[in-house]
């Protein structure tokens, strides 16, 4: 009798001997726990349980302090209690409705501007100007130095006439230090501080660049604005909550439904958009690798569970025997692992909130608020979390523990208990998806993942039953000449079809997890990054007006910029599609929204750009009467096809045209592209700018300094500075996800481990079988290693397919970029898979052959 089926016995006995009670059942259920763990049965369910709490907690607790601090500095985030904002200036009627209600006002204006140091050579750089009015901010504080390096204070007031403040990366990039002029626009301004700390800067486009504040009544002398400028007007309303509610009804009642377009509305709710959506985007990311996590754990937890149901078969039998019935198996059992659960689910919490620490270091500069403590429901939905992936997915496979026939101690069956697993599973997998819904935050999410896992489990499953039928008959075929291992090995595996299926499964489920994260931090991060050739264009110009042309072309190429092609570029808004008026109302989607509710960038061309490909519909060529070229994505986004009719408001003239076809844009060459294009006698009566884009090696950026100085009116984008602020953001979340993916990574190995220990006794007990039957240790060794080598390279083959298939959905979907198949995958995924399985195997089975073979029946 084995050391588990005594220990039951005397387990049965003292539960027979002291009664039935509520207490006697929950003391017996604690010694069953503290037995199993010292027999080791319980380590991998644990290991796993806290992984799984500890992924998901770490995120949830980020999440809820992010929650918290947005809500609590929504007011510092946006510099007041409610925000007008609009691409053009604001209509005097809110601000004079504000004033009414007795709130506080204050205006902002943030555009682009090239910005000039003074002296005999001077710099140019692009700055973020932002224009702002007496009492800004309304809300919260601005924190400036009197110089780089030197302490900061708060202050509520704004730059004296005739100063700017600037970010110190301006001054780095001028060469310039405080006290000296930089030149805005036409006009000379004194550098009067450096600005520390703006909560309500945002991450749009334009606040990549370097910041330069200056007095709103100050820009007209700068003439920076005019026609074709890009400019973000805000009105700012700050005062009592009922002021303020009654000022936001009457905003809506004027914006709402489209009524003002190119108007919008933010509120305390709203906090900050741009950065709830930097934020919102990192959270789901994180969330989805905190799902993967969880989704593994359930893997090595059923796993487990299984391996441990079929030790203590016997067991279960033997204290049947003796007269325990099955209601008191099954609270034992429930007792017992929900202990675990508890405990598990409290080391995972301790654990997950170490591990946000580690997010919240990594994804440090994008917050930059000082968060509250955490509330207490993300650690109650850990724990949670932890006893529905125990609860679910450890007590289906233990069900047949309560329901075994005492007869099991003569004759080896089950009866019929393990059909009543699959109820409880069903259960345990609906209970999962909850969990996993909850914790993504929406339905779409979370059933996207539940259902991809599902299908993924049952395609590699059938795939494997399928290749483990095939292979065994090809190898009894008189046709292949197999040896004696190969033979009983795909014999044995066939046999026990249900369970090698399943090993087979969660091996390559395991396996592709840890390709894809090695795929995403290698192959889909550098194709992102060499999505840009070398030589894309890194200098833009805009606001170039009709009569600077040649001027600017001519500069250009005594300089040696040939590449320098101008487009013309019309602003229109989008005010009706075949004739029904839109707004951005008219559209579910919150991209489609926003490019409806903004103005176009409209070109005319008569020839096909280069870098375009006809998608549908032909090419207008030469013609003369309106028509419209759309880019591929925009025409999805709004429902438009060619023969379809969109009509513009260009400056208060409204142009309508069919779409004749669509164009597909190669957005990644950092070429001048546009959305819409038209014929040149469609627009050409229209006012327009021009745009250029070209390639400038770093040491030349003295020929824009010249060029701006010349012409003041110009702006030029160093898209490279950008892109490095950009990369650095990316950085900052790849960071946290990799370090998120190391419980990934832990909870992959464990599934791996599991998935190779669940049939480990009853190759122990062939193994011997074959033995006393008279095979040689040679033979034994080779059905070993036949058998892992099918298992492991099966797994692998079906792991390197998904994970090439994520890849590339990964790859195209969310990175836009286009990622080639990689043939090594496949031989690595194989090789990974087949190196796995024989170092389980091995660490298995490495004692059964110098072991006697009755021995190895004894324990097995």
């Given at each position: 009798?084995?050391?588990?089926?005594?220990?039951?016995t005397a387990?049965?006995?003292?539960?027979?001997?002291?009664g039935?009670?509520g207490?006697e059942v929950?003391r017996?259920?604690?010694?069953?726990?503290?037995?199993d763990?010292?027999?080791?049965?319980?380590?991998?369910?644990?290991?796993?349980?806290?992984?799984?709490?500890?992924?998901?907690?770490?995120v949830g607790?980020?999440?809820?302090?992010?929650?918290q601090?947005l809500?609590?500095?929504?007011?510092?985030?946006?510099?007041?209690?409610?925000?007008?904002r609009?691409?053009?200036?604001?209509?005097p009627?809110?601000?004079?409705?504000?004033?009414?209600?007795?709130l506080?006002?204050?205006?902002?204006a943030?555009?682009?501007?090239m910005?000039?140091?003074t002296?005999?050579?001077?710099?140019?750089?692009?700055?973020?100007?932002?224009?702002?009015?007496?009492?800004?901010?309304?809300?919260?504080?601005?924190?400036?130095?009197?110089?780089?390096?030197a302490p900061?204070?708060?202050t509520?007031?704004?730059?004296?006439?005739g100063?700017?403040?600037?970010?110190?990366?301006?001054l780095?990039?001028?060469k310039?230090h405080?006290?000296?002029?930089?030149?805005?626009?036409?006009r000379d301004f004194?550098?009067?501080?450096?600005?520390t700390?703006?909560l309500?800067?945002g991450?749009?486009?334009?606040?990549?660049?370097?910041?330069?504040?200056?007095r709103?009544?100050?820009?007209?002398?700068?003439?920076?604005?005019?026609?074709?400028?890009?400019?973000?007007y805000?009105?700012?309303?700050?005062?009592?909550?009922?002021?303020v509610?009654?000022?936001?009804?009457?905003?809506h009642?004027r914006?709402?439904?489209g009524?003002?377009?190119g108007?919008?509305?933010?509120?305390?709710?709203?906090?900050?958009?741009?950065v709830?959506?930097?934020?919102?985007?990192?959270?789901?990311?994180?969330?989805?690798?905190?799902?993967?996590?969880?989704?593994?754990?359930?893997?090595a937890?059923?796993?487990?569970a299984?391996r441990?149901m079929?030790?203590?078969l016997d067991?279960?039998?033997?204290?049947?025997?003796l007269?325990?019935?099955?209601?008191?198996?099954?609270?034992?059992?429930?007792?017992?692992?929900?202990?675990?659960g508890?405990?598990?689910?409290?080391v995972?919490?301790?654990?997950?909130?170490l591990?946000?620490?580690?997010?919240l270091?990594?994804l440090?500069?994008?917050?930059?608020?000082?968060?509250p403590y955490?509330?207490?429901?993300?650690?109650?939905?850990?724990i949670?979390?932890?006893?529905?992936?125990?609860?679910g997915?450890?007590?289906?496979?233990?069900?047949?523990?309560?329901r075994?026939?005492?007869v099991?101690v003569?004759?080896r069956?089950?009866?019929?208990a393990?059909?009543?697993?699959w109820?409880?599973y069903?259960?345990?997998?609906a209970?999962?998806?909850?969990?996993?819904?909850?914790?993504?935050?929406e339905?779409?999410?979370?059933?996207?993942?539940?259902?991809?896992?599902a299908?993924?489990?049952l395609?590699?499953?059938?795939i494997?039953?399928?290749?483990?039928?095939?292979a065994?008959?090809?190898?009894?075929?008189e046709?292949?000449?197999?040896?004696?291992?190969w033979r009983y090995?795909?014999?044995?595996?066939e046999?026990?079809?249900g369970?090698s299926?399943l090993?087979?499964?969660?091996?390559?489920?395991?396996?592709?997890?840890?390709?894809?994260?090695?795929?995403t931090?290698?192959?889909?991060?550098a194709?992102?990054?060499?999505?840009?050739?070398?030589?894309?264009?890194?200098?833009?110009?805009?606001?170039?007006q009709?009569?600077q042309?040649?001027?600017?072309?001519?500069?250009?190429?005594?300089h040696?910029?040939?590449?320098?092609?101008l487009?013309?570029m019309?602003?229109?808004?989008?005010?009706?599609?075949?004739?029904k008026?839109?707004n951005?109302?008219s559209?579910?989607?919150d991209?489609?929204?926003?490019?409806?509710?903004?103005?176009?960038n409209l070109?005319?061309?008569?020839?096909?750009?280069?870098?375009n490909?006809?998608?549908?519909?032909?090419?207008?060529?030469?013609?003369?009467?309106?028509?419209?070229?759309?880019?591929?994505?925009?025409?999805?986004?709004?429902n438009?096809k060619?023969g379809?009719?969109?009509?513009?408001?260009?400056?208060?003239l409204q142009?309508?045209?069919?779409?004749?076809?669509v164009?597909?844009?190669d957005?990644?060459s950092?070429?001048?592209?546009f959305?819409v294009?038209?014929p040149?006698a469609?627009l050409k009566?229209f006012?327009a700018?021009?745009i250029?884009?070209f390639?400038?090696p770093?040491?030349?950026?003295?020929?824009?300094?010249?060029?701006?100085?010349?012409y003041p009116?110009?702006?030029?984008?160093?898209t490279?500075?950008i892109l490095?602020q950009?990369?650095r953001?990316?950085?900052?979340?790849?960071?946290?996800?990799?370090?998120?993916?190391?419980?990934?990574?832990?909870?992959?190995v464990?599934?791996?481990y599991?998935?190779?220990?669940?049939?480990?006794?009853?190759?122990m007990?062939?193994?011997?079988l074959l033995?006393?039957?008279?095979?040689?240790?040679?033979?034994?060794?080779?059905?070993?290693?036949?058998?892992?080598v099918?298992?492991?390279?099966?797994?692998?083959l079906?792991?390197?397919?998904?994970?090439?298939?994520?890849?590339?959905?990964?790859?195209?979907?969310?990175f836009e970029?286009?990622?080639?198949?990689?043939?090594?995958?496949l031989?690595a995924g194989?090789?990974?898979?087949v190196?796995?399985?024989?170092?389980?195997?091995?660490?298995?089975l490495?004692h059964v052959?110098a072991?006697?073979?009755?021995?190895?029946?004894?324990?097995?």
């Amino acid at each position: 009798m084995s050391e588990t089926v005594r220990g039951s016995t005397a387990r049965a006995a003292a539960v027979k001997a002291r009664g039935l009670s509520g207490m006697e059942v929950l003391r017996q259920a604690l010694r069953m726990t503290a037995r199993d763990w010292r027999a080791g049965e319980l380590t991998m369910l644990l290991l796993a349980l806290v992984l799984a709490v500890a992924a998901l907690s770490s995120v949830g607790i980020l999440a809820d302090r992010l929650h918290q601090g947005l809500e609590r500095d929504a007011r510092r985030m946006i510099a007041a209690d409610f925000i007008v904002r609009a691409d053009h200036p604001v209509d005097p009627q809110f601000s004079q409705q504000a004033k009414a209600l007795g709130l506080n006002t204050a205006t902002t204006a943030i555009f682009p501007s090239m910005v000039n140091s003074t002296g005999a050579q001077p710099v140019s750089r692009l700055a973020a100007v932002k224009a702002v009015s007496v009492g800004y901010p309304l809300r919260g504080e601005l924190r400036i130095a009197p110089a780089p390096g030197a302490p900061d204070h708060p202050t509520r007031s704004i730059p004296a006439p005739g100063t700017v403040w600037v970010d110190q990366a301006l001054l780095d990039a001028l060469k310039l230090h405080v006290g000296d002029k930089v030149k805005v626009g036409s006009r000379d301004f004194t550098i009067g501080a450096v600005i520390t700390r703006e909560l309500d800067r945002g991450f749009a486009f334009v606040n990549f660049s370097p910041r330069l504040m200056l007095r709103a009544d100050d820009v007209p002398s700068t003439g920076l604005i005019a026609y074709g400028s890009r400019v973000t007007y805000r009105l700012l309303v700050a005062g009592t909550d009922a002021s303020v509610a009654n000022f936001a009804q009457f905003a809506h009642e004027r914006v709402d439904d489209g009524k003002m377009r190119g108007v919008a509305l933010e509120s305390l709710q709203d906090g900050q958009p741009q950065v709830r959506q930097t934020l919102d985007r990192a959270s789901h990311f994180l969330t989805l690798v905190s799902l993967l996590t969880a989704l593994l754990a359930a893997v090595a937890i059923a796993m487990a569970a299984h391996r441990y149901m079929r030790r203590h078969l016997d067991g279960c039998a033997s204290m049947r025997c003796l007269g325990v019935s099955q209601s008191t198996l099954r609270a034992l059992f429930i007792l017992e692992f929900t202990g675990l659960g508890l405990v598990g689910g409290l080391v995972g919490v301790v654990l997950g909130y170490l591990g946000h620490l580690a997010l919240l270091t990594w994804l440090g500069t994008l917050i930059d608020v000082v968060l509250p403590y955490p509330t207490i429901w993300p650690m109650l939905e850990g724990i949670a979390a932890g006893l529905v992936l125990l609860l679910g997915f450890a007590l289906p496979p233990l069900l047949p523990l309560t329901r075994v026939p005492p007869v099991r101690v003569l004759r080896r069956e089950w009866g019929e208990a393990g059909r009543t697993a699959w109820a409880a599973y069903a259960l345990g997998i609906a209970l999962f998806a909850g969990l996993l819904i909850i914790a993504a935050g929406e339905l779409k999410l979370g059933g996207i993942v539940a259902g991809g896992f599902a299908g993924g489990m049952l395609v590699f499953a059938c795939i494997a039953r399928v290749a483990l039928w095939g292979a065994a008959r090809l190898v009894r075929s008189e046709r292949v000449n197999a040896g004696i291992g190969w033979r009983y090995a795909l014999a044995s595996l066939e046999r026990r079809s249900g369970a090698s299926a399943l090993q087979i499964t969660a091996l390559g489920i395991g396996l592709m997890c840890l390709l894809l994260i090695a795929m995403t931090r290698n192959d889909l991060v550098a194709g992102w990054r060499k999505s840009t050739p070398p030589d894309a264009p890194n200098e833009f110009i805009i606001d170039i007006q009709p009569d600077q042309r040649d001027v600017v072309t001519q500069y250009l190429s005594a300089h040696g910029v040939t590449d320098a092609a101008l487009s013309p570029m019309v602003r229109g808004r989008l005010i009706a599609i075949n004739g029904k008026p839109v707004n951005p109302d008219s559209f579910k989607g919150d991209d489609a929204k926003r490019l409806v509710d903004r103005e176009f960038n409209l070109s005319y061309t008569s020839e096909l750009p280069d870098d375009n490909v006809l998608a549908a519909g032909k090419w207008y060529g030469a013609a003369t009467a309106p028509q419209i070229s759309i880019e591929q994505g925009l025409a999805k986004l709004i429902n438009v096809k060619p023969g379809d009719t969109l009509r513009f408001d260009v400056t208060g003239l409204q142009m309508e045209a069919p779409v004749t076809s669509v164009r597909k844009l190669d957005w990644g060459s950092f070429k001048v592209n546009f959305f819409v294009l038209m014929p040149p006698a469609a627009l050409k009566d229209f006012p327009a700018t021009f745009i250029t884009s070209f390639h400038l090696p770093q040491n030349r950026q003295a020929t824009i300094d010249g060029l701006i100085a010349t012409y003041p009116n110009l702006t030029a984008i160093d898209t490279g500075p950008i892109l490095a602020q950009v990369q650095r953001v990316l950085e900052q979340v790849i960071g946290a996800v990799q370090f998120l993916f190391a419980f990934t990574l832990a909870a992959g190995v464990l599934v791996l481990y599991a998935a190779l220990a669940g049939t480990r006794d009853e190759r122990m007990r062939e193994s011997a079988l074959l033995r006393a039957l008279g095979a040689s240790h040679r033979q034994v060794r080779a059905v070993q290693i036949a058998e892992f080598v099918a298992v492991g390279a099966l797994a692998g083959l079906m792991a390197a397919i998904g994970a090439q298939i994520i890849g590339y959905v990964l790859a195209t979907r969310v990175f836009e970029f286009y990622l080639s198949f990689d043939p090594w995958v496949l031989p690595a995924g194989i090789a990974a898979g087949v190196a796995c399985a024989g170092l389980g195997g091995w660490l298995s089975l490495r004692h059964v052959l110098a072991r006697p073979a009755l021995q190895s029946l004894r324990d097995a």
